[in-house]
Structures are given as C-alpha cells and as structure tokens.
C-alpha cells in the first residue's frame, strides 16, 4: 500500500479495529478511499475477522474532500475521486462483516458516508454530522447518494443535502444517525469495540444474508449506475459554479 493511512488493531473476539489517518483530517482522496475500500475487502474475506470497528486517528473524524485540493481538479482527477467514493463507500455498505463506527469529532461531507454504510454507529459529544456538498458546488456520485437515500429519512435528506449545513450529536442520535450517543469521548472507542464484540457473535452466514435482504436493492442501484457510467459523469463531476463555491467555503 505504501501508507499508513488505514492501521488495523486487533482486538478481542474477532473484532479488528480499523483507524483511519490521513492526517490530519481524513480527507478524502481517490487513493485514499481505494486503499480503504480494499482494506475492507480483505478484512471480509478473512473468516477470523467476526467485526470491524472503524475509527479516527484525529480530533476531526473525516472532512470529506480537501477544498484546496479539489478546486483545481482536472476531468481526470474528477472521475478518480468519484469512482473512489463510489467503490470506497459501496465496499463499506455492502460488506457482510458487521461494521460499527466510532466517532469522536466532525464527519463531514462525503466524511459522513463512513457513518451512514456501518452497521452501528457509536459518537461522542463533540461529533457533529453534515453534507456540505450543495455549499461546495458539487452535487452526489451514485454510490453516496443512493447510501444516503436508503439511510436517511426524507426529512433529514431534507435537512442536510439541501441546506449544507451540519448537525449535532443530540440531533443525530434523535434522527437516528447515531446509535449510542457517550457524554466521555474515551469512552466512544471502548464501547464501539464493545458493540462489535456482541455483533461478532451473531451467525456470520446468516448476518450476512439479512444485510443483503435490507440493503439488496440498493447495493443493485449503485452497481447498475456504476456500470452505466457513474464513475465518470460526462462533462465531469464539478459544474460552473463549484471552484468559486469551494473557494467561499476555504474562506
């Protein structure tokens, strides 16, 4: 791989903690989400990995894309990240191996979709939650939309495609986004371990098959949009408007 971005931990029960750290705010880069989304494949494949804890190596759970970065994306670079966030969050949602998330800090943007493709979802008090993408000028690859469809109700899709603007903690445990909501954030990482321990425990075969009956259709909808083109948007992802956008959030 060639980074350290993804670090598995071992815990007990068949539990495998993965951090993630690009620092030093997870931001998300093709490479990046590739990495993570052959992590994930390989961690499914291994039958003694019975649950996957996803977790951050900083303050900031993930920011989604770096602005900088992205406002000078060519057509090329465009696509890359597309199709990264596509296969990166399709690996995730689709994984038959439980899946819970820890989150102590912001997740932002395409950062969220690590949230909303677990299985479980345990935050802290400083976590917050949003999809700033309308405010960046960019609107949904095929992949985290349809996620976000499938596992946000139409009022929250409401809220927070359409406004940009993020959430807290209490409102994301009352909407649902957060499971188990800790007032100690040293606590947020123990108990997410926790939750995998109980989930790991469940028929693997069976788990994997209930998964596929909830989320079937969907997985079917990205990969039908995937292979009609969705990893390469004619004319690119970005729009007239989007450098200026990203420009005004960058400040």
Known sequence: MGHDWLQRKPHDHGVVELELGRGPVNALSAEFLMDFAAELDSLDRDPDVRAIVISSRFKVFSAGLDLKEAQDFTLSEQNAIVEGLNVGFLAEYSCSTPIVVAVNGAAIAGGLFFVLASDVRVAGPRSSFGLAEVRVGAD????????????????????????????????????????????DPDEVLPRAVEEAQTLAQLPPKTFASVKWQ??????????????????????????????????????
């Open 214 to 251: 909830i989320r079937g259709e969907t997985i079917d909808r990205i990969r039908a949009g995937i292979s009609s083109g969705g990893n390469a948007p004619e004319g690119g992802w970005f729009n007239d408007e989007t450098k200026a956008a990203m420009q005004r959030m960058i400040g």
């Open 140 to 183: 949904f690859p095929v992949g985290p939309l349809e996620i976000a469809r499938a596992t946000l109700d139409s009022n929250m899709q409401r809220k927070l495609m359409l406004t940009g603007q993020p959430i807290n903690a209490t409102e994301a445990q009352a909407a649902g986004i957060v499971d188990v909501l800790l007032n």
